[in-house]
């Protein structure tokens, strides 16, 4: 299915070790086989769910975004200093844009959902949370509109008094003056101070393998999954978005053959090397071969496999 193809490509490519650097023309090759293996309503809401490293985030997010789904160049709206990623627009709660190379300014609007616009969520309380939310959660008013400093002068008969009030942070961003970060399964957000003078939030990886610890001083670390206590590890790994289950299936390449892959149940240690390739036993002279048929979940006589639009597929030798 998509899903499985969509699946499949962002485990074996993108979260493999050694990624967290893609160069433009991978980028373009590895989005090119992701547009020809899932839709793009499915692509866009898993983007919002899913947690990448840095160069995953920089080329799914940043290409994508502003190629498709009707993104547009925001000339009113500056990234200058920016790391790449996504902010709240200035004046839209429904809005929000995406900063790529520190310059560019792509704006978005959130979609509809029962006919009710969704809101930019700025301040997600967990980073795996989707970007837009009902109004009610996203609560884009409920932070204090920004006010221009003004002075009030008071007088008397022997002194003049000038009170300046310091304005709250604009709606929809963070104070960078607060040190504290806060972080989900393995990723946490940091609050950036722009060119503006206004704080952003925006979302950072731990590397390959380790977790989100929190604690009260500094909001967090990045850790292995055996320094964190055991409430978190419980969260942690029965949170399929964070540490995903076993299971069998196919990759991309493997479909119609004996191939297949089995992802090992998490140890309780470490998240890497879970995936086994595996193939089905070798048939005896004169029988036809043995496929992996994905909808069963075993091997079998390969006229019963069937392709991703569920063809039957072809035996071979």
């Given amino acids: ?39 793009w309503k499915t692509l866009q809401a898993r983007l919002l769910h899913q947690r990448y490293n840095d160069g995953t985030i920089n ?78 959660v996203a609560c884009c008013g409920c ?59 925006v979302q950072k990886n731990c590397t390959e393998d380790l977790f989100w610890l929190p604690n009260d001083l500094t909001g967090g670390t990045c850790a292995y999954f055996d320094n964190l206590p055991g409430d978190i590890q419980d969260k942690y790994r029965n949170d399929t978005t964070c540490i995903e289950k076993c299971e069998w299936f196919q990759k991309k390449e493997d479909v119609c053959s004996p191939r297949y892959t089995y992802r090992k149940e998490f140890d309780g240690h470490t998240n890497l090397d879970r995936e086994v390739d595996m193939a089905c036993p070798k048939s005896p002279p004169g029988r036809k071969p043995l496929y992996w048929v994905q909808s069963r979940l075993i091997c079998d006589v390969c006229d019963n496999a069937v392709d991703e639009d569920g063809n039957t597929c072809t035996c071979q030798s």
């Fill in 59 to 136: 080329c799914i997010q940043g290409e994508i975004d502003s190629r498709h789904f009707g993104a547009k160049i925001a000339t009113n709206i500056s990234c200058n200093g920016l790391p790449d990623g996504y902010y709240p627009h200035p004046s839209k709660c429904f809005g929000y844009i995406y900063c790529a190379e520190e310059s560019r300014a792509y704006e978005f609007e959130c979609n509809f959902l029962e006919g009710e616009q969704l809101h930019f969520m700025s301040q997600r309380p967990r980073l795996d949370i989707p970007l837009c939310g009902p109004p009610e």
């Fill in 143 to 201: 932070h204090p509109e920004p006010t221009t400093p003004k002075a009030t002068t008071t007088t008397t008969t022997t002194t003049t008094t000038t009170t300046t009030t310091t304005p709250p942070p604009p709606p929809g961003n963070c104070d960078p003056d607060i040190c504290k970060l806060d972080g989900y399964c393995d990723c946490f957000e940091e609050c950036v101070k722009g060119d503006d003078g206004v704080g952003r939030l």
């Fill in 1 to 39: 299915s998509r899903e499985r193809k969509y699946q499949q490509i962002t485990f074996f490519i993108y979260q493999k070790p050694g990624n967290s650097n893609i160069n433009r023309s991978s980028c373009k090759q590895l989005i090119k086989i992701i547009f020809n293996s899932v839709s």
